[in-house]
């Protein structure tokens, strides 16, 4: 079993920051990717940010520029620091790991989501 637990949700005004933080714990494999992804009330889940294990990032068009996505491979943690929020970055925020295992199978694990609220 892999777990992936979330924090750093809230509820903050426009121009405001969060940093978001995800723990995986458990059977773990080797660590590919890690992402964040968000889905909004009525819309469908989209990519916010995804990082390899060599740092490459890369990000939505809509949050270029304010989120910052980051990993600490040796605490199995990814970060989401958001700044200059704007209402449209209201929605669930879920973090994804991408693993493979010895056995050649590939795992993707997802956690169980933070809201993130931004209104004045």
């Known amino acids: 079993q892999v777990q992936l637990v979330e924090s750093g949700g809230g509820s903050v005004q426009p121009g405001g920051s969060l940093r978001l933080s995800c723990v995986a714990s458990?059977?773990?494999?080797?660590?590919?990717?890690m992402a964040w992804y968000r889905q909004a009330p009525e819309r469908e889940r989209e990519l916010v940010a995804d990082i390899g294990t060599d740092g490459t990032a890369n990000y939505a068009d809509s949050v270029k520029g304010r989120f910052t996505i980051s990993r600490d491979n040796a605490k199995n943690t990814v970060y989401l620091q958001m700044n200059n929020l704007k209402p449209e970055d209201t929605a669930v925020y879920y973090c994804?790991?991408?693993?493979?295992?010895?056995?050649?199978?590939?795992?993707?694990?997802w956690g169980q989501g933070t809201q993130v609220t931004v209104s004045s």
């Open positions: 994804r790991i991408d693993m493979t295992f010895k056995t050649g199978s590939r795992v993707l694990s």
């Open positions: 458990g059977r773990l494999g080797n660590i590919n990717v």
